[in-house]
């Protein structure tokens, strides 16, 4: 959270950005052997959907991509890197504020 205030601060005075965030499955299913984790990937997702708004109000792209799995190979990795990408270039009456990539196998 505090790294998304210093970095919305110049975004906002400039009237555009994109703060991209990575979530995790847990966030949307948690497991009882990985609370913590689970709490935390909550975090991320509630902090994304509470200020989306806000900040698209000021120009400012808000989203996460939550990953719902093990991302165990490079075709995997570029598949979540296009995922933010495709986030990023939303045009601004487009944006969405969340995407979940479910890797394969």
Same mark, same amino acid.
């Given at each position: 959270m505090v790294a998304v205030q210093a970095a919305a601060r110049n975004m906002i005075a400039r009237g555009s950005g994109s703060i991209l965030l990575t979530g995790g499955g847990f966030g949307l299913q948690p497991h009882p052997d990985f609370l913590s984790l689970s709490i935390g990937k909550a975090g991320i997702r509630a902090l994304a959907q %509470?200020?989306?708004?806000?900040?698209?109000?000021? %120009? $400012?792209? @808000?989203?996460? $991509?939550? @990953?719902? %799995?093990?991302?165990?190979n490079s075709k995997d990795a570029n598949a979540v890197a296009e995922q933010f990408w495709q986030l990023h270039s939303q045009p601004a009456g487009s944006w969405q504020v969340e995407t979940v990539y479910t890797p394969a196998g």
């Open positions: %509470g200020i989306f708004e806000p900040f698209r109000e000021k %120009g $400012v792209h @808000v989203a996460t $991509v939550t @990953v719902a %799995g093990l991302v165990m």
